[in-house]
C-alpha cells in the first residue's frame, strides 16, 4: 500500500483517482469484517470471466438472447477483441473513461467487461436518454470515447454537439458497424487483463438525482465482486446451473449486479431479452428455463395477468427492488406462483442491495434483515440511533460505500463512516427493517427513480408553461406516477388537449418515462415566505386527489 493508503494504481489516467471524494468523508469500506480478501492486484473481470476459461469452464452457456448462445469462451473472445480495439486502435489508456449506450444486449455485456479489462472505467448509459442527459455524465466525467448502439446514435451525436470532448463514437450492433469491422482484426484473440489495484475505479455509475443533477458514484474492482460475495452468495444462493433474466437496464447497477455480475460469478447464463416487460419476462422464462428474476414489484403485479396458460416452472428465485414491495403484491405472487419474493433495497451509492432476507428468512411486507457483511442501523437527524420501532434515517455500512466523483453532496451522503441512504425506515425488535418513505423529493414509478426537479426544468422551456411543480402520486399499478401541478401564462386555458401537448415536450426533451403521467392546471403553487415552492403541500394535494 503506499503512503495514502490506496494500493498502487495501475492507471495512466488519473483522473478518476484524483477526483474521489476525499479520503476523511469515505464511509468505512468493511471488507475484512464482511469476510472478504482480495489480492492488492485485481482485474475483476479476471476473476469473473478469464477466470472461467482457465479452469475449463470455457465451454458453459454465458448469454443468451433470443437465438444467439455466447459460451463464456466466446463472451471472452468479443471481450478480448474489444479490448484490443480500445487500446489498439482508439487509444484507451487506462483509467480513461468510456460511456456505454445500449439496451441490454450481448455486445453491451462484451463492451461493458472490455471496457474494464482494458483498465478503462465504464459510464453506462440508459437507451432512453435524451442529449442533455447524455451531456452531462460526458461533461462530469471528462469522456472521450463512446461506444453506442447503431441504433442509438442520434441522441448521443446531439450531446456531442454541446460536448465537444467527446472525441470519438463508435456504433456497435450489426455486422457492419464500425465495433464489429475492428474486432475482426487478425490477432486481437487474446488479451491480458489490465494490472489494476483492487482500488482502481471501474465504474462510474450516475444516479437519477433529487435535485435534478445527477451524481457520479465511483466504484472499485474489489466493489464488483464484493456485491457478488455478499448478497450473491449469502442472500441469493444460486447455482451455476441458474438461468438469469430480469428488466432493469444494465446502466443500473440493480440490473448490472443482477443480469451480469451474479451469474458471472458462479459461471451460470445470463438471458438477456432486449424488451423486458412483463410479457417479454415470461416469454424468456417460459422459452429459456430462466431460473431467477430480477425486477420490480410493478412487473411481478402485471406479470400476475399474464400466467395464464404459460409455464414457469424453471422459476425459483424472484428478486424484487426497485421500490417498495407492498405486502398485497407479495401475498398475490405467492398465492400464485407458490413462491416467495426477495424484497430488497440497494443504491447506486453502495453499488447493489444490502438489506434483504435469504428465503428462509423471509418476513412478509419487510424489506429483510442487512445482507450478511452489511450492517444497518436507524438514526435521528444527529446521527444518534432511535428505539426499535421508530422511525428515523437508514444508516449503512459495509465492504461498498458512497464516494462521488467530484461532488460536495459526499459529506451530505456519508455521516461518521456511515451511508445515509435517503430513506426513512423503522427497525423492529428482531431486526427487520421496515420501509416507511424516500426522505427526499425523489419519484420512485414502476422502478424508475425520477427527480421531480427535472421533469419541472424541462416543463418549463414550454411557452406555455410559467410555473410548474412535480410530485410522485399515489397509483395501486406503479407505486407512484409524475404528477405536475402547472400554471400556465396569462391568457390561456388548461385543457386535455393542452396536457397531451406538455407531456409530449417532456418525452421529447427528456427520457420517456420520466412524462407527468397527470397534469393538473392551477392558479398558483403554494409558496413559502420567501417565494420557494412548497413540494410537501403539492404532495398532500396529491395524496388527497387519488
Not at 441469493?236 to 440493480?254: I, Q
Not at 461532488?407 to 420501509?435: C, K, M, P, S
Not at 410530485?471 to 407505486?479: D, F, I, L, T
Request: some cysteine; glycine content about 10%.
Amino acid at each position: 500500500m503506499t503512503a495514502t493508503g490506496f494500493a498502487r494504481s495501475g492507471h495512466e489516467d488519473s483522473f478518476a483517482r484524483d477526483n474521489l471524494p476525499p479520503r476523511e468523508s469515505w464511509p468505512d469500506l468493511r471488507l475484512e469484517e464482511a469476510g472478504l480478501a482480495y489480492p492488492e492486484r485485481l482485474n475483476c473481470v479476471a476473476e469473473l470471466l478469464d477466470r472461467h476459461i482457465a479452469e475449463d469452464r470455457g465451454g458453459r452457456t454465458a448469454v443468451i438472447a433470443n437465438d444467439l448462445h455466447w459460451s463464456y469462451a466466446d463472451l471472452a473472445d468479443k471481450v478480448n477483441r474489444i479490448a484490443n480495439v480500445l487500446t489498439r486502435d482508439l487509444g484507451m489508456v487506462s483509467g480513461n473513461r468510456v460511456l456505454l449506450r445500449a439496451g441490454n444486449t450481448p455486445m453491451m455485456v462484451a463492451a461493458y467487461l472490455a471496457v474494464i479489462k482494458a483498465g478503462g472505467v465504464a459510464v453506462a448509459t440508459m437507451p432512453m436518454l435524451r442529449a442533455g442527459e447524455l451531456a452531462y455524465p460526458l461533461r462530469k466525467a471528462r469522456i472521450a470515447l463512446a461506444f453506442c448502439d447503431h441504433r442509438l446514435t442520434v441522441e448521443l451525436e446531439n450531446a456531442r454537439a454541446q460536448v465537444p470532448e467527446l472525441a470519438r463514437i463508435v456504433a456497435f450492433g450489426s455486422a457492419d458497424s464500425e465495433l464489429e469491422t475492428l474486432m475482426a482484426q487478425p490477432g486481437y484473440a487474446r488479451f491480458e487483463a489490465a494490472d489494476t489495484a483492487r482500488d482502481d475505479v471501474c465504474l462510474i455509475a450516475f444516479t437519477s438525482g433529487t435535485t435534478g443533477e445527477p451524481k457520479g458514484t465511483m466504484h472499485f474492482h474489489q466493489d464488483m465482486l464484493a456485491i457478488c460475495d455478499c448478497y450473491g452468495a449469502r442472500v441469493l444462493k444460486a447455482s451455476p446451473d441458474d438461468r438469469f433474466t430480469g428488466s432493469p437496464p444494465l446502466a443500473f447497477t440493480f440490473g448490472l449486479g443482477g443480469l451480469v455480475l451474479f451469474p458471472m460469478r458462479i459461471g451460470a447464463a445470463m438471458v438477456l431479452p432486449e424488451k423486458a416487460g412483463p410479457a417479454e419476462l415470461i416469454e424468456a422464462v417460459e422459452r429459456h428455463k430462466v431460473s431467477v428474476v430480477f425486477t420490480a414489484p410493478t412487473a411481478y403485479r402485471a406479470m400476475l395477468d399474464k400466467l395464464d396458460g404459460r409455464d414457469i416452472a424453471s422459476l425459483r428465485i424472484c428478486v424484487s427492488a426497485g421500490e417498495a414491495l407492498p405486502k398485497a403484491t407479495f401475498d398475490a405472487w405467492q398465492a400464485r406462483t407458490g413462491m416467495a419474493l426477495l424484497d430488497g433495497i440497494g443504491a447506486t451509492e453502495m453499488l447493489h442491495i444490502f438489506i434483504g432476507a435469504p428465503r428462509e428468512a423471509i418476513r412478509p411486507g419487510a424489506t429483510g434483515i442487512p445482507v450478511p457483511g452489511y450492517e444497518a442501523k436507524i438514526v435521528d437527524a444527529d446521527g444518534k440511533v432511535v428505539p426499535d420501532g421508530t422511525p428515523g434515517r437508514l444508516a449503512v455500512r459495509g465492504p461498498t460505500g458512497c464516494r462521488y466523483l467530484a461532488d460536495e453532496r459526499q459529506t451530505r451522503y456519508v455521516l461518521n463512516g456511515w451511508n445515509i441512504t435517503g430513506d426513512t425506515y423503522l427497525r423492529d425488535a428482531d431486526g427487520y427493517f421496515w420501509y416507511q418513505a424516500r426522505s427526499d423529493d425523489m419519484i420512485v414509478s414502476a422502478g424508475y427513480n425520477i427527480a421531480g426537479p427535472e421533469v419541472e426544468a424541462c416543463l418549463l422551456t414550454h411557452e406555455a408553461v410559467a410555473e410548474c411543480g412535480v410530485v410522485g402520486a399515489p397509483c395501486p399499478e406503479r407505486g407512484q406516477i409524475v404528477k405536475a401541478y402547472v400554471v400556465l401564462r396569462a391568457g390561456l386555458t388548461g385543457d386535455a388537449a393542452l396536457a397531451k401537448v406538455l407531456q409530449e415536450h417532456v418525452k421529447a426533451g427528456i427520457a420517456p418515462y420520466k412524462y407527468p403521467r397527470a397534469i393538473a392546471f392551477v392558479e398558483a403553487l403554494p409558496k413559502t415566505a420567501t417565494g420557494k415552492l412548497q413540494r410537501f403541500a403539492l404532495r398532500q394535494m396529491a395524496q388527497g386527489e387519488t
